[in-house]
Nanobody, 126 residues
Framework: QLQLLESGGGSVQSGGSLRLSCTAS????????MGWFRQRPGKKREGLAA???????SISHAVVGRFTISPDNAKNSVYLQMNNLKPEDTAMYYC????????????????????WGQGTQVTVSS
């Protein structure tokens, strides 16, 4: 059983930056397709980015140029660097992982990952 722990959320002013971290534990030695999603108030969950060990990387058009996903296989971790944050980025951010690395892009598009973290809140004020 894989556990995901997110960190790095918080409150920031518009134009600021945050770096979210997600570390997987419970099944060391495996590498995964890992991704980031968010759910804004009153909205459906949306995919932001996903990567399978740096390959097959996907990024949402909504955040491209501002957000960057960076996997670290040695640490079983994935990071989401968020720059130029806007009030509309306020949301609960979730890390997700799946052992199916070959279909990472498809998993991301469908939002069908096998493991999910509890989420970390990001609040951007104007």
């Amino acid at each position: 059983q894989l556990q995901l722990l997110e960190s790095g959320g918080g409150s920031v002013q518009s134009g600021g930056s945050l770096r979210l971290s997600c570390t997987a534990s419970g099944n060391s030695g495996s590498t995964y397709c890992m991704g980031w999603f968010r759910q804004r108030p009153g909205k459906k969950r949306e995919g932001l980015a996903a990567s399978a060990s740096g390959a097959d990387t996907s990024i949402s058009h909504a955040v491209v140029g501002r957000f960057t996903i960076s996997p670290d296989n040695a640490k079983n971790s994935v990071y989401l660097q968020m720059n130029n944050l806007k009030p509309e980025d306020t949301a609960m951010y979730y890390c997700a992982a799946d052992s199916n690395r070959r279909d990472c892009r498809s998993l991301y598009r469908a939002g069908q990952f096998g493991y999910w973290g509890q989420g970390t809140q990001v609040t951007v004020s104007s």
